[in-house]
């Protein structure tokens, strides 16, 4: 076999597919594996330049292979998809990926650390739970209704209204076992999101980055350990602005003939960090509608502008390039210097 210059490899829970090319872009390998034969094949080849669509358990056989001694390249799936030849298939897909790598101006993703996706997990499973607290309170509230029940907005009603439901007689024998058994899962839920938030604020307090964008408003601590959490090597980025696109909080550009056409956002990147940053900003421009806290004067000039919706996306944006100066410098946020600046400046 000729010298090996890179491979794409297709994964799947059971079975991988290899297409390698040599330093002539000839096609010198084709090969279907099982899970069981990965290592051990990977073991005997020099090393190697090595690329895989970045999704579910690519991160573990990156880290699997790079202990090998081989060079490891994730690739986004929406960049691989452009290079996948008619009839699609395992093959297609591996010869895709190949192709993909080699391109000079091709985005690769960064390889997970154990540590990283443990932490990614915590921060899954609270909005996991947070989701399914909010789908049962609601429940709860609906089945209540049927009976003529109702409570106030809030989950701190949520008891009150089970006892009120337990107590009343005109609520059938059945359906107050249903309500009993809808609190028991609500309280064991609670208990549990606790312990969760307990893990992640530790998590935070002994993270230095965390706690340092945690001082910027409309971040705290959901926002700031989301952003050390989820965002790769501050430094691979150029500027602000290009990690501000990197979440998808820049304009969609469709310019053409020497017009500039700036559409919505893309809305690209990780959805739930960029939902995180622009609830935390939509929070500070409702308290500087509402006159309350130490707003800066150039969201004060925004919002005089700009629809509060636009300003908070703005905000976001703002939020998303001081997030990544501080990543990238290792300064502490300086609220000085935004009362500083001009209105008009960003």
Known sequence: MKQIKRIGMDTSKHIFQLHGVDAAEEVVLRKRLGRQQIVAFFAKLPPTAIGMEACGASHHWARVLEQLGHEVKLIAPQ?????????????????????????????FVAVKTAEQQAALMLTGLREQMVARRTQLSNTIRGYAAEF?????????????LLAQIAQNESVPTMARDLFAMQGREYAQLQI????????????????????????????????????????PDPRAFPSGRHFAAWLGLTP???STAGKTRLGKITRAGD???????????????QQ??????????????????????LAAVALANKIARIAWKLLATGESYDSARMFAASPSAA
């Open 252 to 254: 969609k550009d469709h």
């Open 271 to 285: 959805e739930r960090l960029r939902n995180v940053l622009v609830a935390g900003a939509t929070a500070v421009i």
């Open 192 to 231: 549990e999101l606790k312990a969760i938030e307990a893990k992640l604020k530790a998590w935070h307090c002994t993270n230095a980055d965390s706690r340092r964008l945690s001082k910027i408003p409309g971040v705290g601590l959901i926002g700031a350990t989301a952003l050390v959490m989820k965002t």
């Open 288 to 309: 500087a509608r509402r006159g309350r806290g130490h707003p800066s004067p150039w969201v004060v000039a925004l919002l005089k502008r700009k629809p509060p919706k």
């Open 79 to 107: 960049h691989v998809k452009p290079y996948v030849m008619r009839n699609k298939n395992d093959g297609r897909d591996a010869e895709a990926v190949c192709e993909a790598m080699s391109r000079p101006r091709m985005r």
């Open 148 to 160: 003529g029940i109702t409570a106030a907005k809030g989950l701190d009603k949520i008891e009150p």
